[in-house]
């Protein structure tokens, strides 16, 4: 194995390096990953099933608010409640995501964190080219798609922007928290952080692991509508379309998995460059729509 902070060979057996001295955490590096599987259970927990349960407590909680009706003559969400309660969703389940994944990775987290000490700036560097490779890669992408006359934006994106549009101040306070800070917390512990380790018990190559990650994460990105399109027995189209949408979210999971691998799997290096993605991103459709 190699010595975290000098990257010497050592003995696997070795609680500290005979270079640098550095304390050597076995559990963190060559550890089960029993905690990391556990990360990936809750988090497919929360997001597919208590994801239901939450949306039914918001609708209760609107109707005794406003005292308003939720369903139209249809049987359909009005926009406003629809509103309300899709961002007050996405807002609780986040947080709820936070805390429990956070609970479970945090002896992950410590251990990134205080490597900053003597990788810092090596993180910091990464998390900008990180950055700047993300947008090179949607640029790309992007123009492909228009060029094979693919216009518009997945579903996930059009309820993000609809959200923002729609939402009082408190709640896109709220709102851009969990873009910008929950969201990307919890995506990196689990897509980067959770799935790399998972993935060195097959012994796989740097690379596969970076394709496998980038695809999960690009792939959760459109699988919710998706899953509605095919329950809702959608044209075929519109299912390939929503995959061809992917294709970004993917290409940005291949930047994220990438950095993180270079820095010696430091989560910290696409937090940073995660975060600052959705930041910008946040304050370009902040000044488009409001």
Known sequence: MKCPKCQKEIDNNQDFCGYCGNHINHAIIEGKPTRHIISVIVYYLIIYFLISFIQL?????YQHLTGKPIFDENDKLLPQAENFISIWNQIIVYFLLLISIG???IKDIIYDFGRLSYQGKKVIKYALVGLLLIYAVNYLLNAINSFAGIAGSSENQSIIENLIRNCSDFELFLYCIVLVICAP??????FRKSFFQILKRFKLSKTKKIIISGVL???LHVLSAIIT??????PIMDIVIELIYSLPYIGTGFVLSFIYAETDENVVTP???HMLNNAISCIAM?????
Do not use: R
């Open 271 to 273: 937090l940073i460059a």
């Open 217 to 219: 994460f690009g792939i």
């Open 57 to 61: 407590a918001i609708m209760a909680v």
């Open 185 to 190: 917390l919890v995506e990196e512990l689990i």
């Open 286 to 290: 902040f000044f488009l729509y409001m």
């Open 229 to 234: 399109f095919i329950v809702n027995q959608n």
């Open 103 to 105: 609970l479970i990775l």
